[in-house]
Structure formats: structure tokens, C-alpha cells
């Protein structure tokens, strides 16, 4: 217009302006989030695998601040390959006999590795969280390791197939997700590298669960071991492809908060030291920690090992995250991959079962296909009939012929025979009769 542009005339447009000055609501819905959420609480599947010994139990009830082997408030879940006991802890301890002479029998010809579910509600400030601990008792024991991972990697696609299995119910229940939602993975504390059997369950597992190893009973190396064999254990996994759990970072989040979780992911494997036992700090307070002739150890202290970061990935700040990986990322990809597998299945059967378009398309090729037989046959047989009509008419056409030339061949006989006669008659009408001499005429006869 400025430019003294002439434009084009526009249609009767009527514009209606309306002021939003009224609050509608929306702002409201974290708020409600936050109401659901309570009133529904968490949960965490945690998968915890470790040779014997290296204090994954300690790390729990650490983790968790209770002693959580206390079996009568616990359920306990046990599976031994295929031989699944559920129930409290009460009647697992007279089982216990039964189960050892059981395992051990298994033990001399597979793999000796358990499994074993421990299932609890535990509330803070009025938040629940439905924590359920899938112990591994077992695991790097037998003499020969290299399919120690398969009944744990088994028990994680099981939980997938049970999930998968619950959505195509009618009934589903979102609640009932017992899929794993992090693996929590103890490495020796050698200060050397990474074990074959280490890496190779990291390996197996890594695209099925979102894998946090930890360095065991790091209190017994110094902060220069500890430097030295993080890098290692990065590197050797780094090599071998393996993806550690890595806290997201969004668009939206501030410097402080993308710093953070950048420094958090920098830890792992975190270094981590395991005690609910209280000992007296230099200030004179009571901590949890570990006492030596040297000193203590604080569990809760940063500058004493990584125990907070590791609680800091697990519970406090991305436990939702973890869920959220399980179910966007790693259940959705062996969900993808378990349905490609499939698919002829599925095309066959189920699918166009419950697509409306293509089961009448289905119908419609059935019907056309039948109509097409029927035309085929009906061809058929009229081919058929044809073809019988055909040799009957040819057939008796020679019959015909053959009588025809019977008949034919008498007649001609016949006609030979009479002109034969004729012949003969013929000659005897043109041969002269003898004279014979006159008889004597009879006495009285004449008159
Ligand atoms: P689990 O067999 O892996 O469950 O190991 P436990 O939790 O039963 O611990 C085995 C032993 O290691 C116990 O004597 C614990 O007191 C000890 N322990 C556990 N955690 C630590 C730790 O962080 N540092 C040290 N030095 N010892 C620990």
C-alpha cells in the first residue's frame, strides 16, 4: 500500500475479535498430573545382576533405605527356568531344601542362574512406590559362564511378552507393567578391565534394558584406581557398541539442568559403596557409611563415592525417564521386531480378520474366484458333452457308411445275380427250338 500497490479487491470479510480474558483452566493440569499421580504412586522394576558377594544387597536396602530381604512384609517371586514358586517369603524358607537340591541338580547340566522377583510397596511423605527387585542368585557362578546372560535376557523378553500380551486383551490394565525398567549391573571392583562375562552380559542386554553398571565396594580402590578403571570400563564398552542409560536432555531445559545430567551420564559406572550401618562423621553426626582404621566412608556423601548420583538416576531425579526409554525405545523395538517376526502369521490371520476393507476385499476375490470355477466346470462339462455327442454322431455316421456300403454291396450282388438270369433268359429265348417228329394223333380223342 505504502508503495502505492494496487490490491486485489478482497471478499466481505467479517472479523470477529474476542478478548480471552477469562482463565480457562489449562493452566491447572500439572496440578491435576500431580494429584493422579500420587493417588495412583510409581513404580520401578529393578533388575539387579552381580556375581556373589559383591554386596548388590547392601546396595539395595541402601538404595532404599530398608532391609527389603525382610521376607514377611515382602512378596517373593521365584522362577527356576520354567519352575515358577510364587509367594511370601514365610513358605519360601521351608521350600529353601527342596529348591537347593533342585537347583543343584539343574546347576550339573545348565546354567545355575535364578531368578528371583522381591515385590514391596515403600512410601515417603505420602508418595508410593511400588518397587519390585529382580535378584539374579547365581550369575558368574558356574564353571563355565558364557550363557550366564540367556535366562536373564529370557526373563526380560518373558516380562515384554506378558506386556504385549496384556494389550491385546480387552480388559487391559496399564497398571500391570512388569517390565523392566533398569538394570542395575556390578562390575568387580579389580581396577583392571572389564571380565568376558561382564561384557558379554552388557552386550546382551543392553537393548533390552536401560543398563547402569556400577563398580562394586569401591571403597577398597583409591580415587586413581577408580579414574583409571572408569575409563577403561567406557572404553571397553564403547568398543564393544554397548548404550548405558543416558539421561535426556530436552529443548526446554536450562544450561544448569543439561550441565547436570551431561555430568551425571560423565559418572557412570558409578563407584558406589553399600552400608545402612551409622557411623560418626568427623562433625560428630551419625551417617550411613563404612568405618576403617583409616577412617569412614559416607555413603551419602558426594566426595566420598558416587552413591547419590547413582540414587540421583534411579529414583530421585529420572525415574520416569527410565519408564519412559522402556517403553518408547526398548519395548517398542521388541515389540516391532517380535510382530516383524510374525508378520505371515499375522497377515493371514489375525490382521485381516479385524480389517473390515480388507476382509471384503478378501470376499469379493473368494466370490469372484468361486463364479470363476463354476464357469470352468460348467465349460467343461459342456465340452465334455459335446465331444461324447461328436463320437456318438461320428460313430453312428459310420455305422452308417458301413451299412450303407453292406446294403450297397448286396444289391449290387443282387443286381449281378439278376442280370445273370436275364442274361440267360435272354439266351434261351434266342435259341431255336428242335423239331421233334410229329406225334401220332390219339384214336376217338380228336374230333
Ligand atoms: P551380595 O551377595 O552381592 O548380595 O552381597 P552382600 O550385600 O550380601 O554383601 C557381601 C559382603 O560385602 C557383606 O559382608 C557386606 O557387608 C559387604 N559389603 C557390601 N557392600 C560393601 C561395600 O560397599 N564395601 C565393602 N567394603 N563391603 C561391602
Redesign the pocket.
Known sequence: IGSGQVLPEQPDLKIIRREINGFVGFANLPKQWHRKSIRRGFSLNLLCV?Q????????INTLFNRNLDDGSKNKVEQKLEGLKIEGSSETEASRDDEEAQTAQESENVRSSVKIKTLSTTIEENGVSLKLSVVDTPGFGDAIDNSDSWRPIVDEVNYRFDQYLDAENKINRSSEDDNRIHACLY?IEPTAHYLKPLDLGFCKQIHEKCNLIPVI?????LTEEEIAVFKRRIRKQLEDENVVLFEPPQYALDDQETIHASKSLYEKIPFA????TDKVENSKGSLVRG?SYPWGIIEVDNASHCDFVYLRDLLISQYLEELRERTNSVLYEKYRSEKLTKLGIKQDNAVFKEFDPETKQKEEKQLHEAKLAKLEAEMKSVFHQKVSEKEKKLQKSEAELFARHKEMKEKLNKQLKALEEKKHQLEHSLNTPIPQSPAQPKKKGFLR
Open positions: 552381580s556373589r558377594g559383591l554386596g548388590k544387597s547392601t546396595l556390578f562394586a565396594k569401591s571403597d577398597i558406589v559403596v553399600g552400608s563404612r
